[in-house]
């Protein structure tokens, strides 16, 4: 696939899920180097730049496509000719897929050892990397089952029930409103994410806060389960993580043209209603996400885009 049409497919959700998101983008630029028969390297660093900002700018939340295209062009100013810009940029990019996929698996280990024998899972939207830690805790032999929420306007849900349905794992769906009234069922609430900021708030599928609210309210602990390359370095400058608001189409159409549609599609969970998150690096509260992002990201990171 061309990097335009991963770009497209990103914005327009046919990729979607932040660590998908991070590995295809990662791909592109893989792709795009590849593909370069010119012999300027000047023109073919000019190139992978264009890529980076169109890939950055289809969605505008996740981190992860941030963090996935420095990681994959992080060497690029190393490279003396094309060749070796080539071979590093397609080095990178294989790393980054390759540490990906591991962290997933690796978080589910981790993350599965917080869930007991005979809990009752609730979760929400999509995510991998929570998926990895359910169904690993299955496999571990715990008797489990999972409520699942049907994540509108895109109703993620379904895949989700889908998936651990077809993994032999017991799941109901409920619809995202019924989150505070099954949560009286719940022992644990599990999610994915998007971003992770430097005080601990977890930035999220729409909904997440009332599931954090309501965790909290009831004495459930939430769990987070992110790769660490969904912390934000720039959220570390003070930077506010913008919020992507989609096509009002996907909430409802044909309505009296006064009626006014939003559709924020994330939310922010405040650190104080997450009991721990689960990254490949290890279990961690939310109020170390500074020492991930400087220790496992590094600061470096934060300055490659300026000049
Ligand atoms: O990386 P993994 O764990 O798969 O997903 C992380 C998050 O990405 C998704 O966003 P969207 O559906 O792309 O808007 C959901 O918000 C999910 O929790």
Known sequence: MKLDETAESIRTMNIRGAGLIARSAA????????????????EFTELLNKGRDTLVNSRPTAVSLWNAVQATLKN???????????????????????????AVETIGRIGANRIKDGDVVLTHCNSKAALSVIKTAYEQGKNISVYATESRPWKQGLLTVKDLSDAGIPVTMIVDSAVRWIMKEIDIAVVGADTICSNGALINKIGTSQIGLAAHEARVPMMVCAESYKFSPKTMEGEIVEIEERDTSEVAENLPPNVRIRNPVFDSTPAEYIDCIATEIGLISPYAAYEVIVNKLGHECLFETEG
């Open 76 to 102: 690029v100013k190393n490279a003396e000719d094309v060749t070796s810009l080539k071979e590093i940029v397609s080095r990178d990019a294989d790393i980054f897929i390759s540490n990906s996929k591991k």
């Open 27 to 42: 791909e592109a630029l893989k792709e795009l180097a590849e593909e370069y028969n010119g012999e300027s390297l000047i």
